[in-house]
């Protein structure tokens, strides 16, 4: 019991790594968004995503509406839904309906990436521990960001808030690089997003995403649909 | 509207689309179509996000341009992130400095 927890705790710290410096970017970016420190912290501690965070914050700094602020969400995080079905087959017996509650919560690209290599079925104190080091790393990183950005100059932190979207880039490139077909579905996504941004001015920026990200990767699901062998080499 | 309730409607719905599979649905999702979708989504959401949104996060076109191109080539080299993000950033400072 005590030694799965420990072994959890041990896989999820070069995940907590990895968060450190992107909830750094993240809090920086809050400030830069005049948010409070607290509300960094506030949003980083009960999202623990990274994308839908970002959204976030752009819809509560151009004042959307909470109706843009679900579907942005819905849209983004929608990729969660999937890694939890497909962790809810491995779990072990011992996973009561209050664990899967806890352990929901904790479901990120990365933390799925770990718990769906692993060959034996997942127990509670396994996935609390795997949780649990990603968690602080992605709250104290946000909370380092926030003060960064609130005591640095405006000009050493107006080039940090480019940390988070190069990050973003660093993400997607290499995939790209080795799949026309996610060549094809991102260069139309960040097309559809600029003539958006450009053209149709009167749709926010929540919006935006959504559009353009739904709308790319519908027409990459029809014209390139992606075979179970591809997915299975994705982390996601 | 308070930043309170942002944050609560973000955090439940986010927490919601995660525990309502791992609670309630058993089985896998068939549809070729809505997998390859899903599949697509991260890298589609990611992008649209960074564009057109780079170009003004320094507040500076010229400056954040710079930091866009060298995240470009840097992440093309395969550098971890940690390294393309803190290129892109030192690479926008200097030529704020110059600009």
Known sequence: MKQQFFKGVRHGVPIMLGYLSVSFGFGVLCIRQNLSILAAVGISVTNLTSAGQVAGVEIIAASGSLIEMILCQLVINLRYSLMSLSLSQKLAPSFTLM????????????????????????????????????????????????????????????????????????????????????????????????????????????????????????????FFPVSAEERGEAAS | MSIVAYIAVMAVTTYLI?????????????????????????????????????????????????????????????????????????GAFLTSLIV
């Open chain 1, 99 to 222: 664990h899967r509650l806890f352990v929901g919560y904790g479901i990120t690209d990365e933390i799925f990436a770990v718990a769906s290599s692993r060959k034996e079925p997942l127990t509670p104190p396994y996935m609390y521990g795997l949780i649990l080091t990603p968690f602080l790393g992605w709250s104290f990183g946000t909370l380092i960001g926030a003060i960064a950005g609130d005591i640095m100059p405006a000009s050493v932190t107006a080039a940090l808030s480019l940390m988070l979207y190069a990050m973003f880039i660093a993400i997607i490139i290499p995939p790209a690089k080795k799949n026309k077909k996610v060549l094809l579905v991102v260069l139309l996504a960040a097309a559809l997003s600029v003539v958006i941004h450009y053209c149709l001015p009167m749709i926010s920026g929540g919006f935006a995403v959504i559009i353009a990200a739904l709308v790319s990767s519908v027409i990459g699901a029809l």
């Open chain 2, 18 to 90: 995660r525990v309502i599979p791992f609670v309630a649905v058993r089985g896998k999702i068939r549809s070729p179509f809505l997998n390859s979708v899903l599949y697509y989504i991260p890298y589609a959401v990611l992008s649209a996000m960074t564009f057109p949104a780079i170009f003004f996060a320094t507040g500076d076109f010229v400056s954040s341009a710079v930091g866009t191109l060298i995240a470009l080539v840097t992440a093309y080299c395969n550098l971890p992130l940690i390294v393309v993000a803190l290129a892109a950033s030192s």
